[in-house]
């Protein structure tokens, strides 16, 4: 088996992995050279840790040479997915029992005139959802005693039942935990083997059926995510690793397995978040700090925003129909990856969200798949046709790939070509409409921001999404195939707190924002201590959830360390909310509902020196057929290795670079950046 990769043999290093639907990616940096070396290897879906130690097999000899170790897991994700977690229960306050399943009983914007939606199925029995005496008002102060008559009750409910995991919300426990804690000791010493999530840990913050989700998404979750933590982590160690074992979090930072455990939610989107980290870190090399993250992976198209160098982070998102309070990177995710199929549904032609996954993957993997995916539409049309195996892993087979095509275009009445083009038009129409919904939708112009392509077949659509949404510009990053991998190298350790809040802000005394964010301070930098050994330098960020006086949602602005006094919090907010929606109102009230306090610190990472250099050779390329807008056109196909700085191409090319194909349509041009960052100056725009 060809490999793209060499092993690394001698010195430390760095590693990373990242889970994908389709394929894992690892990624190994040399701490000494910088040198950075990577590889594929198809998911294993039945255990992925198979595959992330088979991926890494092919790039580490010496597993007690390294002393660095990341990776990201879609564990969890996969499980609410699916619904293949185990049975939880759901405790709750006396009288609360039906919030979580009221829920705030609307439906999804896309789905307001559907007049066949219904909700999903929920996680948790309504039958395993047990009521709990005692009671604390609003402000956290008990009124009735925690009633251990019905603590028991529930022990043997879970007893008798099989239950896995149980949910502990309790009215305004965010407030004061007392109650919660107190379940939790009783159920421990009742009934151990189970696992207990309490919401104030989960999300210790108002609303209680947003707060309440999120606690059954933890629990429901939580026996899957600490098992599969703890077989990688064994596993890792049985091959020599001594170092701990890090996982990314959804808001773009990283935890310890042992925190991951404590908190699995939190490792939602754990996989997705390591290329936003990464076109981050690379806009230091930009020329602008305003970047549309584009990875196009083998099931899904995710797409976020990195803004003045920062990746966009949100405190609330929806999954399989729950409002999920946690701090989270804001990424808009649709079923349109390379592996995504297409068929035909009501005499029309579909592409995804259905995906041909790792088992049996496109057509043209020859691995038994017959029915035509984006993939086999892009060899087809011989756009992609990488050096003889994919990542070294998988054989590509063109005529398996026209086979399937063939099929679907007779049955539509139209030849091969068509076909092919026509996949891969709505394929990138469905990403642009996804751009657009964190974009336009949000005041937000896409045309003021570069896309950064990434994951395996990113920069196949990257330029054609530009042309549709006017944008000038496309960044190809070294390392584009494996770059949430490479990102995942780059983020630095991270701990967020909110702190409920709730008073008018005429109401505030002129210190006590500045007291209570340093208290906090002071509690995060002890649990970042204790993730990392206490020799990392910690950096604070502070922020405010806002509101204008009878409004419902709150707007979260960032609040510099010099600016807390009254006055200067109103200037920032009321900018703001102008910026949001085009108005603000500057003699109405402003509420602050919550603090949050974000606490970082750097793992040693940083850009690899710049070891490119300008060409000396003559410049080499073979030619092929390739089909754009219905012709086929002599293109040139470039080696990636083969590429300089300050090389500048005009399209029709492909750049091939092994584990990624950069596709650059006519009309548009190709320029070498430093580090072999590729730009595309797009087509009209130029």
């Given at each position: 088996?060809?490999?793209?990769s060499?092993?690394v043999?001698?010195?430390?290093?760095?590693?990373?992995?990242?889970?994908?639907?389709?394929?894992?990616?690892?990624?190994?940096?040399?701490?000494?050279?910088?040198?950075?070396?990577?590889?594929?290897?198809?998911?294993?879906?039945?255990?992925?840790s198979?595959?992330?130690?088979?991926?890494?097999?092919?790039?580490?000899?010496?597993?007690?040479?390294?002393?660095?170790?990341?990776?990201?897991?879609?564990?969890?994700?996969?499980?609410?997915?699916?619904?293949?977690?185990?049975?939880?229960?759901?405790?709750?306050?006396?009288?609360?029992?039906?919030?979580f399943?009221?829920?705030?009983?609307s439906?999804?914007r896309?789905?307001?005139?559907?007049?066949?939606?219904?909700?999903?199925?929920?996680?948790?029995?309504?039958r395993?959802?047990?009521?709990?005496?005692?009671r604390?008002?609003?402000?956290?102060?008990?009124?009735?005693?925690?009633?251990?008559d019905?603590?028991q009750?529930?022990?043997e409910?879970?007893?008798?039942?099989?239950?896995?995991?149980?949910?502990?919300?309790?009215?305004?426990?965010?407030?004061?935990?007392?109650?919660?804690?107190?379940?939790?000791?009783?159920?421990?010493?009742?009934?151990?083997?189970i696992?207990?999530?309490?919401?104030?840990?989960?999300?210790?913050?108002?609303?209680?059926?947003?707060?309440?989700?999120s606690?059954?998404?933890?629990?429901?979750?939580?026996?899957?995510?600490?098992?599969?933590?703890?077989?990688?982590?064994?596993r890792?160690?049985?091959r020599?690793?001594?170092?701990?074992?890090?996982?990314?979090?959804?808001?773009?930072?990283?935890?310890?397995?042992?925190?991951?455990?404590?908190?699995?939610?939190q490792t939602?989107?754990?996989?997705?978040?390591?290329?936003?980290?990464?076109?981050?870190?690379?806009?230091?090399?930009?020329?602008?700090?305003?970047?549309?993250?584009a990875?196009v992976?083998?099931?899904s198209?995710?797409?976020?925003?990195?803004?003045?160098?920062?990746?966009?982070v949100?405190?609330?998102?929806?999954?399989?129909?729950?409002?999920?309070?946690?701090?989270?990177?804001?990424?808009?995710?649709?079923?349109?990856?390379?592996?995504?199929?297409?068929?035909?549904?009501?005499?029309?032609?579909?592409?995804?969200?259905?995906?041909?996954?790792?088992?049996?993957?496109?057509?043209?993997?020859?691995?038994?798949?017959?029915?035509?995916?984006?993939?086999?539409?892009?060899?087809?049309?011989?756009?992609?046709?990488?050096?003889?195996?994919?990542?070294?892993?998988?054989?590509?087979?063109?005529?398996?790939?026209?086979?399937?095509?063939?099929?679907?275009?007779?049955?539509?009445?139209?030849?091969?070509?068509?076909?092919?083009?026509?996949?891969?038009?709505?394929?990138?129409?469905?990403?642009?409409?996804a751009?657009?919904?964190?974009?336009?939708?949000?005041?937000?112009?896409?045309?003021?921001?570069?896309?950064v392509?990434?994951?395996?077949?990113?920069?196949?659509?990257?330029a054609?999404?530009?042309?549709?949404?006017?944008?000038?510009?496309?960044?190809?990053?070294?390392?584009?195939?494996?770059?949430?991998?490479?990102?995942?190298?780059?983020?630095?350790?991270?701990?967020?707190?909110?702190i409920?809040?709730?008073?008018?802000?005429?109401?505030?005394e002129?210190?006590?924002?500045s007291?209570?964010?340093?208290?906090?301070?002071?509690?995060?930098k002890?649990?970042?201590?204790?993730?990392?050994?206490g020799?990392?330098?910690?950096h604070?960020?502070?922020?405010?959830?806002?509101?204008?006086?009878?409004?419902?949602?709150?707007?979260?602005?960032?609040?510099?360390?010099?600016?807390?006094?009254?006055?200067q919090i109103?200037?920032?907010?009321?900018?703001?909310?102008?910026?949001?929606?085009?108005?603000?109102?500057?003699?109405?009230?402003?509420?602050?509902?919550?603090?949050?306090?974000?606490?970082?610190?750097?793992?040693?990472?940083?850009?690899?020196?710049?070891?490119?250099?300008?060409?000396?050779?003559?410049?080499e390329?073979?030619?092929?057929?390739?089909?754009?807008g219905?012709?086929?056109?002599?293109?040139?196909?470039?080696?990636?290795?083969?590429?300089?700085?300050?090389?500048?191409?005009?399209g029709?090319?492909?750049?091939?670079?092994g584990?990624?194909?950069?596709?650059?349509?006519p009309?548009?041009?190709?320029?070498?950046?430093?580090?072999?960052v590729?730009?595309?100056?797009?087509?009209?725009?130029?």
């Amino acid at each position: 088996m060809t490999k793209i990769s060499i092993n690394v043999k001698k010195g430390r290093y760095r590693i990373a992995a990242d889970i994908g639907g389709t394929f894992t990616d690892v990624v190994v940096q040399n701490t000494s050279t910088g040198e950075v070396l990577a590889a594929k290897y198809p998911t294993t879906p039945s255990d992925l840790s198979d595959g992330i130690l088979r991926a890494f097999g092919q790039v580490i000899d010496d597993f007690a040479e390294v002393e660095f170790a990341v990776h990201g897991t879609t564990q969890g994700l996969n499980a609410l997915l699916s619904h293949s977690g185990g049975r939880i229960m759901l405790l709750t306050t006396t009288g609360a029992r039906d919030s979580f399943f009221i829920m705030r009983g609307s439906r999804p914007r896309r789905e307001m005139y559907n007049n066949k939606f219904q909700r999903p199925e929920q996680f948790v029995r309504r039958r395993d959802t047990l009521e709990i005496g005692g009671r604390l008002d609003y402000e956290g102060n008990e009124i009735a005693e925690i009633n251990l008559d019905d603590l028991q009750a529930a022990a043997e409910h879970a007893r008798l039942n099989g239950i896995q995991s149980v949910a502990v919300c309790f009215l305004f426990s965010y407030k004061n935990p007392e109650h919660e804690i107190a379940a939790r000791e009783f159920l421990e010493r009742n009934v151990p083997e189970i696992s207990v999530s309490l919401s104030h840990e989960v999300a210790r913050e108002w609303r209680e059926a947003e707060r309440a989700a999120s606690t059954v998404a933890d629990a429901y979750i939580s026996p899957l995510v600490r098992q599969y933590l703890g077989v990688v982590e064994s596993r890792l160690k049985k091959r020599g690793l001594t170092v701990p074992l890090y996982v990314t979090r959804s808001s773009g930072g990283l935890m310890s397995v042992k925190q991951a455990s404590k908190q699995p939610i939190q490792t939602l989107f754990s996989g997705p978040v390591g290329g936003i980290i990464g076109a981050a870190e690379m806009t230091k090399l930009f020329r602008t700090d305003n970047v549309i993250c584009a990875d196009v992976g083998g099931t899904s198209f995710d797409v976020s925003l990195v803004v003045n160098g920062k990746p966009r982070v949100v405190n609330q998102t929806t999954l399989s129909g729950m409002d999920i309070i946690m701090p989270v990177v804001e990424i808009e995710s649709i079923g349109a990856g390379a592996g995504s199929l297409a068929y035909i549904e009501a005499g029309g032609l579909r592409v995804g969200p259905e995906s041909a996954g790792a088992e049996p993957g496109p057509a043209c993997y020859g691995k038994g798949g017959t029915a035509p995916t984006v993939t086999d539409a892009q060899v087809f049309l011989n756009r992609f046709l990488p050096r003889a195996e994919l990542g070294g892993t998988v054989r590509i087979h063109r005529a398996k790939a026209e086979a399937a095509l063939t099929k679907v275009a007779k049955s539509l009445g139209i030849n091969t070509e068509t076909l092919a083009e026509g996949i891969l038009d709505i394929t990138n129409a469905k990403m642009a409409d996804a751009i657009r919904r964190i974009t336009v939708e949000q005041g937000i112009e896409p045309r003021d921001f570069s896309i950064v392509a990434f994951g395996g077949a990113g920069a196949m659509h990257a330029a054609f999404l530009a042309e549709a949404l006017e944008i000038t510009e496309v960044v190809v990053p070294p390392h584009a195939g494996v770059f949430s991998a490479w990102g995942m190298l780059h983020s630095p350790m991270r701990h967020d707190i909110a702190i409920p809040f709730n008073k008018f802000i005429n109401d505030v005394e002129e210190c006590e924002i500045s007291r209570r964010f340093e208290k906090q301070s002071e509690s995060a930098k002890a649990h970042l201590d204790s993730e990392t050994g206490g020799n990392a330098e910690i950096h604070f960020q502070y922020l405010l959830d806002l509101r204008y006086d009878g409004q419902e949602y709150t707007v979260t602005v960032e609040l510099p360390q010099n600016r807390t006094s009254v006055h200067q919090i109103s200037e920032i907010f009321h900018q703001a909310y102008n910026q949001r929606y085009g108005l603000s109102h500057p003699d109405a009230s402003i509420e602050i509902v919550a603090l949050r306090l974000v606490a970082t610190a750097p793992m040693g990472n940083g850009v690899a020196p710049d070891t490119s250099s300008t060409r000396t050779t003559e410049l080499e390329f073979s030619e092929r057929d390739v089909m754009f807008g219905g012709k086929w056109l002599k293109t040139r196909i470039f080696n990636s290795e083969d590429l300089y700085q300050g090389d500048e191409l005009d399209g029709p090319l492909i750049v091939d670079a092994g584990l990624s194909t950069t596709v650059v349509p006519p009309g548009s041009r190709l320029v070498i950046e430093a580090r072999k960052v590729m730009r595309i100056v797009v087509g009209s725009m130029r």
